[in-house]
């Protein structure tokens, strides 16, 4: 049985940093890309992927320069670090899995975690 499950979401004030984990089990992890979407009112939005490998992260142009996406093959893990967090960074942030390659569309990914609340405050 595959899962996935975030943590570390919370109430911050803008500026404020934190540090998103996912946690996967009952997959070969190192097999899968990671992504982080998250979703405000409205659509799901991408946030960054990392390849199998971890060589090859990519970080949406709307959080470039604050978040950072990386992965720990040895533990199943992967993170979303974020920085400066502004109030339009509020949303319930989620990590997916896709066999192979990365992508930036939702539909590509087969496994998702239940999701994390961000909220930030002014």
């Known amino acids: 049985q595959v899962q996935l499950a975030e943590s570390g979401g919370g109430l911050v004030q803008a500026g404020a940093s934190l540090n998103l984990s996912c946690a996967v089990s009952g997959l070969a992890f190192s097999d899968y890309a990671i992504a982080w979407f998250r979703q405000a009112p409205g659509e799901r939005e991408f946030v960054a992927s990392i390849s199998r490998s971890g060589d090859n992260p990519y970080v949406a142009m709307s959080v470039r320069g604050r978040f950072s996406i990386a992965r720990d093959n040895a533990k199943n893990t992967a993170s979303l670090l974020m920085t400066s967090l502004k109030p339009e960074d509020t949303a319930v942030y989620y990590c997916?899995?896709?066999?192979?390659?990365?992508?930036?569309?939702?539909?590509?990914?087969?496994?998702w975690g239940p999701g994390t609340q961000v909220t930030v405050s002014s």
């Open positions: 997916a899995a896709r066999p192979s390659y990365a992508s930036l569309t939702s539909w590509d990914y087969s496994y």
